[in-house]
């Protein structure tokens, strides 16, 4: 179990015990498990922000548009937009729901340096892929919805935003945003009922005990987005998967008190709650068989089959997945890490 160190603390044992790198332009100061990172003039270094760096950026009304767009997605391209055309999203999450703060927050799936890893290898597809057609997996699967025109303003200010944030970006940065932190996958079978005690304690006051959030009133979008059922990501989304969802809740749940820097559950706690929210009934994408047309690639706790191999369904759903990435390594020499 990790330590949750509060800040003062930090900053006091930093005085103390200080290690210093200095890498380029960025200096990285660790104590213990926590890491901040300074320029050269001792700010610490933070991406960019839609209120205070668009000025004068010749694209800033489509980045800003694109920023809309992802805060504030069922309004402009989901249920609630105004032009029926433009419901390209069938569910009532926000691209900002999964993707915190707008993208800019670390081990978020941020998108802070995201324009720079694309075009990318995608075994889903198996081929290479562009983050236009990234973002087409996002909105089929966790958007529950159909791909957007490419050529739409909507596509357009998404990209140009997500370029914006990747411009000029430290490598070690760039390390420390992107994807999700690795969680220590116990070897058993994911339990259901210690996952319904986790959600009890940390996640049922704002995600409701029927997992379906809460919102002012029906015709609003959500402050505490629904985790299953009809406006929630489908059974194809990356989030319906118990390791991958693990990473996620781990890093950022509770909301507001887990951090790249400090987390709040264990490892055994995120993996249980994780199955616990996908053990609800939810959109099922269409399909899905498709997918991974080399079922080698498919990550081990993708819930829906065909898979390139003799294990249950159920334990590819929940688990154990250790015996499944032995399976890979030993039968065709993969190493697998989801
Ligand atoms: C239900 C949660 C969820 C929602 C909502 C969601 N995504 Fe994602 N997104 C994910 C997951 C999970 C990944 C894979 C992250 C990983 O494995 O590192 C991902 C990955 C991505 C990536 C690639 C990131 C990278 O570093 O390679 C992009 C780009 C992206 N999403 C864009 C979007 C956009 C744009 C929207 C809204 C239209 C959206 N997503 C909505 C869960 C979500
Ligand atoms: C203090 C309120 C709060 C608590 C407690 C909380 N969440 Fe969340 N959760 C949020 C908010 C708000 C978002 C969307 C974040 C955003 O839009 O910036 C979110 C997003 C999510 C998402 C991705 C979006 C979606 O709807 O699928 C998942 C999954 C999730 N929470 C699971 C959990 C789990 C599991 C716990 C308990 C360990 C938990 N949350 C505790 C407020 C909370």
Redesign the pocket.
């Known amino acids: 179990m990790k330590n949750v160190i509060p800040k003062i603390q930090v900053l006091l044992s930093l005085a103390v015990v200080l290690v210093l790198l200095s890498v380029g332009s960025v200096v990285f100061i660790a104590s213990g498990d926590n890491w901040q990172f300074f320029v050269e003039d001792n700010t610490p270094w933070k991406p960019k922000s839609i209120t205070t760096d668009l000025e004068g950026e010749e694209k800033a009304s489509l980045i800003k548009y694109g920023y809309d767009v992802i805060t504030k997605s069922p309004e402009i391209i989901g249920p609630l937009s105004e032009d029926a055309k433009k419901r390209f999203a069938g569910n009532m999450?926000?691209c900002?729901?999964?993707h915190?703060?707008a993208g800019t927050k670390p081990g978020s799936g941020s998108f802070v340096g995201v324009a720079n890893r694309f075009p990318q290898f995608r075994g889903r597809e198996n081929k290479e892929g562009t983050l236009l057609e990234r973002i087409d997996g996002c909105m089929e699967r966790s958007m529950n919805g159909h791909k957007m025109p490419h050529n739409s303003l909507e596509m357009q200010g998404m990209v140009a935003y997500m370029k914006w944030l990747s411009e000029d970006v430290p490598e070690e940065m760039e390390e420390r945003y992107k994807g999700y932190i690795k969680v220590d996958i116990p070897n058993e079978k994911a339990d259901l009922i210690r996952g319904k005690e986790?959600?009890t304690q940390?996640?049922l006051?704002?995600?409701g005990e029927d997992g379906q959030?809460q919102r002012p009133n029906e015709n609003g979008m959500y402050?505490?987005?629904?985790?299953w059922g009809n406006n929630?990501?489908n059974h194809g989304a990356g989030?319906h998967r118990v390791i991958t969802?693990a990473e996620?809740?781990k890093t950022?749940?509770?909301?507001?008190?887990a951090d790249i820097d400090n987390q709040?559950?264990t490892d055994e706690?995120?993996y249980h709650?994780?199955a616990y929210?996908n053990s609800f009934d939810r959109p099922q994408k269409s399909n899905p068989e498709v997918d991974f047309p080399d079922k080698k690639k498919k990550p081990v706790s993708t819930p829906y089959g065909p898979w390139a191999d003799n294990f249950s369904a159920e334990q590819h759903k929940y688990g154990p997945f250790q015996p499944i990435m032995e399976f890979y390594l030993n039968e065709y020499g993969i190493k697998k890490t989801k």
Do not use: D, T, W
């Open positions: 999450l926000s900002q729901n999964c915190l703060e986790v959600y940390h996640c006051v704002c995600h959030g402050l505490y987005p629904p985790l929630s990501f989030m969802a996620f809740i950022n749940m509770p909301y507001l008190q709040v559950l706690e995120a709650v994780a929210i």
